[in-house]
């Protein structure tokens, strides 16, 4: 089957060369481990990164937000779909909207800036504009909020980062040479800042669960939500309930997981399994050992340019 234009932007963008992968945490229910990190670098990525990282940050920066101000009501904006949703329907709800980005941005702006460093281009906060970013993610939502933050150059689901890999297949198209770091039992390594925790990002509920809220609110003040037709109700009850003090939504069935563009057809209970055999197996071959550490974000922008 013939590319379509976008992706055949996409492979030249590869072919330059500094092309740096951004592959969404729901990668797992579509692609398997680690071959996925050889597909990515054999057609072209020079490095392929998590967004465990900006998972952790952005879950840091939220903690700090809502101990600051518990009294206030706060809506997580990982998700574009709700953020729109919210921004249209419901004006009267846009000021509880989290004004930080999703991992997507805020991975986006730092690779660009961590790779400046690692690279020894000179510094001064400034980002690389000549490196590019493509997230690779299952929905389409996504590359709106990628052109409009103007952060992240490109965005790709999952069925057309396989039309891609097809297209080498039909046309054997040889893999570029590449290299990459290896994990302790050997398996190919993603480049940096792993944080195994945050790995579940994509189900529902899982900035909640990972968000260590409990020093600042008790679990009677956090709701959870997934797919828009349950939002309003949602959204309703908060402002019914002043207690609630934290709305987790994903618009989604199950999540990021759920997005009708994921290629699996596995039921939601099988793609949720694969998520967190991914997290375990990553925790046993201590994946974890690269850290990210908060200080490598000083000087990246959180702010969140979709609200
Ligand atoms: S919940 Fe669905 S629409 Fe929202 S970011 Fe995840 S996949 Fe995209």
Redesign the pocket.
């Known amino acids: 089957m013939p590319l379509t234009p976008e992706l055949e932007n996409i492979i030249n963008i590869l072919n330059e060369g500094k092309t740096i992968c951004l592959l969404a945490p729901s990668f797992p229910v579509d692609f398997a481990y680690p071959q996925i990190v050889i597909d990515l670098k054999g057609i072209g990525f020079t490095k392929v990164v998590e967004l465990t990282y900006a998972a952790k940050m952005i879950n840091m920066h939220y903690h700090e937000l809502i101990k600051k101000d518990p009294t206030k009501q706060w809506i997580c904006t ?5 953020v729109k949703y919210i921004t249209n329907k419901y004006p009267q709800h846009k000021d509880k909207l989290i004004d930080i980005a999703s991992p997507m941005v805020i991975m986006s702006r730092f690779v660009k800036k961590a790779y400046e460093q690692s690279e020894g281009v000179p510094q001064g906060g400034k980002y690389w504009p000549d490196r590019k970013t493509v997230f690779v993610w ?2 389409l ?2 590359k709106m909020e990628a052109k409009e933050s103007g952060d992240v150059d490109e965005a790709i689901t999952f069925k057309e980062l396989q039309q891609i890999f097809d297209h080498y297949k039909e046309n054997n198209i040889p893999y570029k040479e590449f290299s990459f770091d290896v994990t302790e039992s050997g398996d190919a390594d993603f480049d940096k800042f792993y944080n195994d925790y945050t790995k579940v990002f ?1 189900l529902t509920g899982a900035v909640a669960d990972t968000l260590h809220y409990r020093d600042v609110l008790s679990p009677d003040q956090v709701l959870v939500v997934d797919e828009i037709k349950h939002l309003d109700a949602a959204l309703d009850y908060m402002e019914k309930n002043p207690n609630i003090k934290f709305l987790d939504p ?3 069935p199950g ?2 997981i ?2 009708p563009w994921i290629i699996s057809l596995a039921p939601t209970e099988e793609r949720v399994k694969k998520i967190k055999a991914y997290r375990d197996h990553c925790k046993k071959n201590k994946m974890g050992s690269k850290e990210g550490k908060a200080e490598y974000m000083d000087g990246v922008d959180f702010d969140n340019k979709i609200i």
């Not at 990982?78 to 709700?82: A, E, I, L, R, Y």
Request: include cysteine; charged fraction near 5%; charge should be positive.
């Open positions: 990982n998700c574009p779909t709700v299952p929905c939502a996504k994509p994903l618009s989604c999540g990021c759920g997005w």
